[in-house]
T-cell receptor, first 112, second 114 residues
Framework: GESVGLHLPTLSVQEGDNSIINCAYS??????FIWYKQESGKGPQFIID?????DKRQGQRVTVLLNKTVKHLSLQIAATQPGDSAVYFC???????????FGKGTRLHILP | DTEVTQTPKHLVMGMTNKKSLKCEQH?????MYWYKQKAKKPPELMFV???????INESVPSRFSPECPNSSLLNLHLHALQPEDSALYLC?????????????FGPGTRLTVT
């Protein structure tokens, strides 16, 4: 079965609020965890990654948290905007090799 | 130029047809990828090319035949496909083999097999 998955298929958030998208993984041997964003009609777009020896990493308006104890990954988006509307995939990568395994995806809806 | 382009955007083909999907990048990336994405599903890796050589084949049926003519181009040749092969085919590239975490994806070719 899949080693990376997501808790919720759809998440609705009020514009301006913070969004939290969650992901569970099963392979503790993965070295990197990654978030990709896929807007309608487009290919996935890299957002941020985190190495397995870290528990938090911040980017522009985004923060990724990694809890290795419970094998949980989350993406926090601050002050959600209409342009954040997309499907968000978590993914894992082992040993920096070329194979990324994508999780199931969460669709983020932004409410006006 | 940070763009990966794919042609055609849409393709309808019969099960006896032969067609090709094309992908191009001019970022100097030396790793290129083909993914298949069914509706409401995540992308699934098909092939990886590293320095123009096939490095990963995820047990893809032989009716899909990849080709990397040079470091900027990636093709996917299609022959005798089945209706279940209908999907969005995504091409991606990354700077180098071993740096596949940040991949740049094209918009995809939406393939319908009739």
């Amino acid at each position: 079965g899949e080693s990376v998955g997501l808790h919720l298929p759809t998440l609705s958030v009020q514009e301006g609020d913070n969004s939290i998208i969650n992901c569970a993984y099963s392979n503790s041997a993965s070295d990197y965890f990654i978030w990709y964003k896929q807007e309608s009609g487009k290919g996935p777009q890299f957002i941020i990654d985190i190495r397995s020896n870290m528990d938090k990493r911040q980017g522009q308006r985004v923060t990724v948290l990694l809890n290795k104890t419970v094998k949980h990954l989350s993406l926090q988006i601050a002050a959600t905007q209409p342009g954040d509307s997309a499907v968000y995939f978590c993914a894992e990568c082992r040993n920096r090799d070329d194979k990324i395994i994508f999780g199931k995806g969460t669709r983020l809806h932004i409410l006006p | 130029d940070t763009e990966v382009t794919q042609t055609p955007k849409h393709l309808v083909m019969g099960m006896t047809n032969k067609k090709s999907l094309k992908c191009e990048q001019h970022m100097g990336h030396r790793a290129m990828y083909w993914y298949k994405q069914k509706a409401k599903k995540p992308p699934e890796l098909m092939f990886v090319y590293s320095y123009e050589k096939l490095s990963i084949n995820e047990s893809v049926p032989s009716r899909f035949s990849p080709e990397c003519p040079n470091s900027s181009l990636l093709n996917l040749h299609l022959h005798a496909l089945q209706p279940e092969d209908s999907a969005l085919y995504l091409c991606a590239s990354s700077q180098a083999p071993g740096q596949g975490i940040e991949q740049y994806f094209g918009p995809g070719t939406r393939l319908t097999v009739t």
